[in-house]
């Protein structure tokens, strides 16, 4: 009879693959449910405003490039 022995490394290599396979699955699962929910027109698709935020004017730009000559 043989035993096999499972060192602390092992196990917590063994624990984060688990970990790490169960947030895959539910980060995929989620995206694939937004885009077949998006597909029957369920839901509107998200617009990504990121740069809303930024007010830069050109002549905001020019007065820098001038003042760095």
Do not use: C, R
């Amino acid at each position: 009879m043989h035993f096999l022995y499972f060192d602390p490394g092992l196990g917590a290599m063994i624990i984060q693959a688990v970990v790490a396979a169960v947030a895959g699955v539910i980060i995929f699962s989620k995206n694939l449910m937004y885009k077949i929910k998006l597909f029957l027109g369920i839901t509107k698709p998200q617009e990504d405003d990121l740069f809303d935020d930024i007010n830069i004017e050109d002549s905001d730009i020019e007065n820098k490039k001038s003042s760095d000559d």
